[in-house]
Structure formats: C-alpha cells, structure tokens
C-alpha cells in the first residue's frame, strides 16, 4: 500500500528557507498521479500549495508563486518542497499527499509535520 | 479563489444522533467537492468524493449531496468515533481551497 513520510527540520528562523522531503513506498512517483504540498495553520486554515506531476511538471498557489519550489528526485522516489523567505505566518504543520490526476481529490497524506517559524 | 464557508463551526451532538454539515461555495462549482475527517494528530481521511461518491471502507452511515454552490456531508446516527474536524474542497479550479471546517464534538 502507498505510504508518503514528511521529513526536515522543525523550527526554521524568520527570513530563512524552509525546506521538506516527502518520501513515497508503494508507488513510483512517475508513474501518475500530481504530488501535493498542503499545510494546516493553527486554529484549523488548510492551505493547497502546490503538486508536481508525474511528469514533472508543477503548479502553484498564486498567494505563494513567488517563494515555492516543488521538485523530485525520482530515484529516490521522493519530492521536496522550499518555501522561502518564511515568517512567523508560515508556522503550520505541512503535509504531503497524492493528489487524484485531473479530479484533484486526496486519498493519501503523509502524518504530517510541524514546522514553526521562530527566531 | 474560490471560497468555501462551512457551518456551523461546531455542533454539539449525543452519540446516536443524525448531522448534516454544511459547505457553501462562493460561485457555482458543479459537484466538484470533497469531504474528509480529521481526528486529533491524524491526517486528514477522505469519506465522499464528488459530492456524493463513496468511498471504499468509509463507513456508510457518511453520505454527501449537492451541487452548484450549497454541499452537505450527512452522518446517520452518530457515533463515539465520528466525533472530530470535517473539512469540505473543491477541485473546480486551481488553486484548490478547504472550508474552513466543522468541529463535530460531544455535547
């Protein structure tokens, strides 16, 4: 069964990057499906940020164009995600998930982790 | 963006009890939403897909209807474990958006 794992660090400075890895078991990511970054803020907020594609290909929210990166490593079955330029506002638990091809629904997320944003 | 407002934002039930939750869209989005439950320190866990899809191993006492802007996630009967956040989203146009959730606590 497909499994996704969220790794990095959990407190990142004000101003800095801010920098995950969600690890993929039971499913080669080049074979389907979009990869999604979402976060949960404090006090409930989701937050789609983002997927890359099977393919390579990416899509962002616009409220975050300017400072996300999403990108693979496909022999390590894995994708990453680099928000910067962080503030405090970015403090939020991050998960990874699979995002259904063209129907954008989500049938499995990674547990999550939390990152807080503090000096 | 889309906006998608839910309510209540908590509701207060006895085990046994029948719920609807409800999503409101800001524009029109066919039936282009998604439910999930998320329990304490748990992911999220999708339960109706399309409005009213099921979904493998979802109990069927959860069940969804509706279109174009008002959606509704149905719970027959209530029980011990159901009780936890409820988020509605949609897939009708990037960038996907989440409601902003309904507590589904003890009263």
């Known amino acids: 069964e497909i499994q996704l794992q969220e790794s990095g660090p959990g407190l990142v400075k004000p101003s800095q990057s801010l920098s995950l890895t969600c690890s993929v078991t039971?499913?080669?990511?080049?074979?389907?499906?979009?990869w999604s970054w979402i976060r949960k803020f404090p006090g409930n907020k989701m937050e789609w940020m983002g997927y890359?594609?099977?393919?390579?290909?990416?899509n962002y929210n616009p409220s975050l164009k300017s400072r996300i990166s999403i990108t693979r490593d496909t022999s390590k079955n894995q994708f990453f995600l680099q928000l910067n330029s962080v503030t405090t506002e970015d403090t939020a638990t991050y998960y990874c998930a699979r995002q259904q091809l063209y129907l954008r629904w989500f049938a499995y997320w990674g547990q999550g982790t939390l990152v807080t944003v503090s000096s | 963006d889309i906006v998608l407002t839910q309510s209540p934002a908590t509701l207060s039930v006895t085990p046994g009890e029948s719920v609807s939750l409800s999503c409101r869209a800001s524009?029109?989005?066919?039936?282009?939403i998604h439910w999930y439950q998320q329990k304490s320190n748990e992911s999220p866990r999708l339960l109706i897909k399309y409005a009213s899809q099921s979904i493998s191993g979802i109990p069927s006492r959860f069940s969804g209807s509706g279109s174009g802007t008002d959606f509704t996630l149905s719970i027959n009967r209530v029980e011990s474990e159901d009780f936890s956040v409820y988020y509605c989203q949609q897939s009708y146009s990037l960038p996907l958006t989440f409601g902003s959730g309904t507590k589904l606590e003890i009263k």
């Open positions: 039971g499913y080669t990511i080049t074979s389907g499906y979009d």
């Open positions: 890359i594609s099977y393919s390579g290909s990416t």
């Open positions: 524009q029109g989005i066919s039936t282009s």
